[in-house]
Each structure stands twice: as structure tokens, then as C-alpha cells.
């Protein structure tokens, strides 16, 4: 027994889930909800606050048991909550540069300085993500000069700014009525690099920049049965830089809508259309799967379909992405009716079929009128707006040579 949910119910898991879904679950909504991905920061905050306690069994059983102000009388310092997601993740996070939360004037202070990640989104079709593929990415990014090796220039011709000392800003102090502001600018000096190299000793290659861009194809693994919002990392491919190194090239998995198949976790759905026969009498229907088969299913007849009944066929889900164990494919049918039968074939039917149920009885007193049964006007609903995401254009960098 928990004395409160709040941190459950902000991760959506039951109060007695294990560390693997309270993982889980942190995982799916810091993805969706990362600031630099266009969520709430203060949600963010909250739900990675929330993780940080329940991923801590120490701290988790203090929450049960006392709820939060039993956390509090510890006195435990917060996380960044964009360290917490870069562990998670692994490397600098999207972005990468930290102070996103700002305000908290922390430094992150965790192994040496990296370059920010390079995030690219890759739209996969279903097809592919059942059956696995290799695709191949080009990204541009910065590499260290080779002539110089960094350096910009001539071995001693680097100097420091020492109007700066090399730091790149300049700070200057203003009266404003009451208030002394401390102003940051970019060294006029040096404009902001912190040093100078003589025009004539700057590096030929690079133009004393230090790197170059250079183009490089990744080849990225789609395993069988990866999801929507799973991330292939590519340590250290990220911008080269001589003060820091190099971040990653993070790709995400993006699940491209399929127009047949719909997918929950490892089962896959689709609606298959059945004509009334069919349905009444039995016979049989296809399905294309996503790989180079087609399954054929049997309907034996003197059962009936009815609309709208959901099937199953068990082991033609997607495969798994650990063992490839295939999940089930959901049949929901659909029946077909016809626009409208002979007459001649009326009798036939009346003998096949149940007969009609008989009209309803009224008291005396309630009036009979007869009516007519007209279409109703359908379009007069209107259609529904087509609001797929278009493909990511944060990233220009990185280009799809071969999806
Ligand atoms: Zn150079
Ligand atoms: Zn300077």
C-alpha cells in the first residue's frame, strides 16, 4: 500500500511496477515531452523529478511510505533533469549544450566537454521495420583540419587575445538608476574567438576555422521489430572540435503510418472487408503481409461473421525485437452488404435465413402512421482533415541518401 500516486501517476504506471517499466515509461514520455522536441520543460521536469525518486529504491520506499514531504525532510538536492535523460539515452541529450533549465546555475560538470549531438529523425515504413533494413544516411559535419590539425595556422602563429585573455567576451559594467548590470559581449578584439592568428599565418585550408566540413555515410541498422521513438546511437560522430569532444549522431526511429496495417506493440491490426456470402456461408479471403507473403484464411462454412467481429491469427504479429517471437495480427471483419438483391432471389433467402421478426404490437390508443425511410445526406458531414506530420526539417545537416 502506497501512501500517494503522484509520482505513478505522472510516469502512467501502477504503484507496484517493476524497474524495468517504471525505465519504460520514463523513456516514452521524456521522448515526447523533451523541450528540445517541443515539450512542456515544466512536465518534463516533473516526470523526470518523479523518475529520478521511484528509479532509487531507497528513495521509492520512502515515497510509499511517507509520500512526498517524506522525501523532503532529507533534503536531497535535484537532478539537471538533462543529465538524467542524457544517461539514459546515452551522451549529451538533443541538443546537447546544456543550461536549458537555466536558473539553476549548476554547472554540468560530467566528463570533459562534447560537441552537441547530431538528432535526425528516419521515417521507417512498417514493411521495414518487420522485416529489418540496413539504410544509409550522409550527414555533414565538422572535422579537425588536417593541415593545421587545429591549430588555424602556422605552429606559433595562434596567439591569445589578451585584450580578452583569451576568453572571447568582455565584461563591462553599466549604471542603470539603482542597479549596477554587468554586460557580456563578444570581444571586439578577437570577435569572440580568443585568439588572433595574422592573416598571412592563418591556415590555408580551413581559413584558420580549425575544421572543415566533410560529408560521411552512416549505415544505419533497422532491427526487426524496433518502434517508433527508439534511438541508434553513433558515439562520437557528431562535430569534430579541438576544445571538446566529439557528440553523437543520434538517430530516431520514426514509425511511418502504414494504410493497411495498424500496430500496437508487437500485434498488428488490419480490417478486412468480407462480402455477405462469404461472411454467411463461408469461403475464404487473403491478406498481403508485410513481407513477400500472403496468407490465406478459410472460413468454414455454417459459421457466420458477423460485422464488426474481431479475430485473431496467432504468431503473425511483428516480431520482437530481443528473440523475434512474432505477436498476433488482429483481424477485424468488416461484412460487405450488397446495394440491393433480385426479387427473384427473395424466396430463397426467406428460406435460408431466419424468419422476420414480427412487427411490434400497440395499445389502441397509439396512432399507426406510415412514414418513408429516406438516405440521409452524407456529405453534409464533411471530411476529415489529412494532419500527418510533415518530415523533420530541424536537422538539414544529414540527408537521406537511401531510405
Ligand atoms: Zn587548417
Ligand atoms: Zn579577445
Not at 523532503?72 to 551522451?91: N, V
Amino acid at each position: 500500500m502506497v501512501k500517494e500516486t503522484k509520482f505513478y501517476d505522472l510516469l502512467e504506471v501502477p504503484p507496484n511496477a517493476s524497474e524495468a517499466d517504471l525505465k519504460k515509461a520514463y523513456r516514452k514520455k521524456a521522448l515526447r515531452l523533451h523541450p528540445d522536441k517541443g515539450g512542456d520543460p515544466e512536465l518534463f521536469k516533473e516526470v523526470t523529478h518523479a523518475y529520478e525518486i521511484l528509479s532509487d529504491p531507497e528513495k521509492r520506499e520512502m515515497y510509499d511510505m511517507r509520500g512526498e514531504a517524506g522525501l523532503s525532510e532529507g533534503g536531497m538536492g535535484g537532478m539537471d533533469p538533462q543529465d538524467l535523460f542524457s544517461q539514459l539515452f546515452g551522451g549529451g541529450g538533443f541538443g546537447g549544450g546544456g543550461g536549458f533549465f537555466g536558473g539553476g546555475g549548476g554547472s554540468r560538470s560530467q566528463g570533459p566537454r562534447k560537441t552537441k549531438d547530431l538528432v535526425h529523425r528516419v521515417h521507417v515504413s512498417l514493411e521495414d521495420l518487420y522485416k529489418g533494413k540496413t539504410t544509409k544516411l550522409a550527414l555533414t559535419r565538422n572535422v579537425i583540419c588536417s593541415k593545421c590539425k587545429g591549430k588555424g595556422g602556422k605552429e606559433g602563429a595562434v596567439r591569445t587575445c589578451h585584450s580578452c585573455n583569451g576568453r572571447g567576451i568582455k565584461v563591462s559594467m553599466r549604471q542603470m538608476g539603482p542597479m549596477i548590470q554587468q554586460i557580456q559581449s563578444a570581444c571586439d578584439e578577437c570577435s569572440g574567438a580568443g585568439e588572433i592568428i595574422n592573416a598571412k599565418d592563418r591556415c590555408t585550408h580551413c581559413k584558420g576555422k580549425k575544421v572543415l566540413p566533410e560529408k560521411k555515410f552512416l549505415e544505419v541498422h533497422i532491427d526487426k521489430g524496433m518502434k517508433g521513438g527508439q534511438t541508434v546511437h553513433f558515439r562520437g560522430e557528431s562535430d569534430q572540435s579541438p576544445t571538446a569532444e566529439p557528440g553523437d549522431v543520434v538517430i530516431v526511429i520514426e514509425e511511418k503510418p502504414h494504410d493497411r496495417f495498424k500496430r500496437q506493440e508487437n500485434d498488428l491490426i488490419i480490417e478486412v472487408e468480407l462480402d455477405l456470402l462469404t461472411a454467411l456461408a463461408g469461403g475464404q479471403f487473403a491478406i498481403k503481409h508485410l513481407d513477400d507473403r500472403a496468407l490465406i484464411v478459410h472460413l468454414e462454412p455454417g459459421e457466420v461473421i458477423k460485422h464488426g467481429d474481431l479475430k485473431v491469427i496467432h504468431g503473425q504479429g511483428m516480431p520482437s525485437q530481443r528473440h523475434h517471437e512474432p505477436g498476433d495480427l488482429y483481424v477485424k471483419l468488416d461484412v460487405k452488404f450488397p446495394e440491393s438483391i433480385d426479387l427473384e432471389a427473395i424466396p430463397l433467402l426467406e428460406r435460408a435465413l431466419p424468419p422476420r421478426k414480427p412487427l411490434q404490437t400497440f395499445d389502441k390508443n397509439v396512432i399507426l402512421e406510415e412514414v418513408n425511410l429516406d438516405n440521409t445526406d452524407t456529405r453534409a458531414r464533411g471530411g476529415i482533415a489529412d494532419d500527418r506530420m510533415d518530415e523533420d526539417t530541424d536537422e538539414p545537416r544529414v540527408q537521406c541518401a537511401n531510405q
